[in-house]
C-alpha cells in the first residue's frame, strides 16, 4: 500500500523558512515523479513544484527563488524548503506521487504565514 | 500562467448528468492531452478521478468520463449520487514542465 506522511508545518513569521517533509511508503521517491501542491483556506488548487524522476526541479513563478524541492533517497523522503515566507504563502500544503496525473496524496500540512 | 477558468457551482438531482467544464488556451488545455481532474470532499485531500483527458484510474467509478475540445475540457458525472457532491478540480501541463489548476467547482446534489 502506497502512503505519503507528512511532517512539518506551523506557525512561521513573514520572511522565515520551514521545511516540509513527505516520507513514502510503497513506493520509492527515486523512481518516481513527486510533486508539492497547496491551497490557501477557503480558495482553490495551486501547483507548486514538481521534482522528476531523473532530478530535474521545476516551480511556480510565485514560489520561485524561494522555494526548493529536493529527496533524500536513502530516507526515502522529499521535501520542500520554503524561505523568504510570505503572508500569501499561508496553506495547506500537500505532497503527491506523479506529474500530470497525482495518484497519490499525503494529508496535508498547514502553513501559516504571520507575525 | 493563470488559473483555469470552471464554473463556481454546477448541481443536479440524483440520476442525472452533470458536466462541469474547464477553459484554457492553447498553451496548456489546448496544447496538450494532458487534462486531469481531482475531486474534493470537505476538509479532505483531493482524489484524482480522471487523467490524461479521457482515463479513469483503476477503482473509480465508470460514472465519471473525460473529454476536451479545443481549449476547453470537461468532466461528465453521470447518474449523479449524494457521495458525488464535492469541490471538483481540473489540471493541465503548462509548459515548461509547469502544471496549473482551474479554479474549481463545487457540485451540489438536490
Known amino acids: 500500500e502506497v502512503q505519503l506522511v507528512q511532517t512539518g508545518g506551523g506557525l512561521i513569521q513573514p520572511g522565515g523558512s520551514l521545511r516540509l517533509s513527505c516520507a513514502a511508503s510503497?513506493?520509492?521517491?527515486?523512481?518516481?515523479?513527486m510533486t508539492w501542491v497547496r491551497q490557501a483556506p477557503g480558495k482553490g488548487l495551486e501547483w507548486v513544484s514538481v521534482i522528476y524522476r531523473p532530478g530535474g526541479t521545476y516551480y511556480a513563478d510565485a514560489v520561485k527563488g524561494r522555494f526548493t524541492i529536493s529527496r533524500d533517497n536513502s530516507k526515502n523522503i522529499f521535501y520542500l524548503q520554503m524561505n523568504s515566507l510570505r503572508a500569501e504563502d499561508t496553506a495547506v500544503y500537500y505532497c503527491?506521487?506523479?506529474?500530470?496525473?497525482?495518484?497519490?496524496w499525503g494529508q496535508g500540512t498547514l502553513v501559516t504565514v504571520s507575525s | 500562467h493563470s488559473a483555469l477558468t470552471q464554473p463556481a457551482s454546477v448541481s443536479g438531482s440524483p440520476g442525472q448528468s452533470i458536466t462541469i467544464s474547464c477553459t484554457g488556451t492553447s498553451s496548456d488545455v489546448g496544447g496538450f492531452s494532458l487534462v486531469s481532474w481531482y475531486q474534493q470532499h470537505p476538509g479532505k485531500g483531493p482524489k484524482l478521478v480522471i487523467y490524461e483527458v479521457t482515463e479513469r484510474p483503476s477503482g473509480v467509478s465508470d460514472r465519471f468520463s473525460g473529454s476536451k475540445s479545443g481549449n476547453t475540457a470537461s468532466l461528465t458525472i453521470s447518474g449523479l449520487q449524494a457521495e458525488d457532491e464535492a469541490d471538483y478540480y481540473c489540471c493541465s501541463y503548462a509548459g515548461s514542465s509547469t502544471y496549473v489548476f482551474g479554479t474549481g467547482t463545487e457540485i451540489t446534489v438536490l
Open positions: 510503497g513506493i520509492n521517491v527515486s523512481t518516481n515523479y
Open positions: 503527491a506521487r506523479g506529474v500530470s496525473s497525482l495518484d497519490y
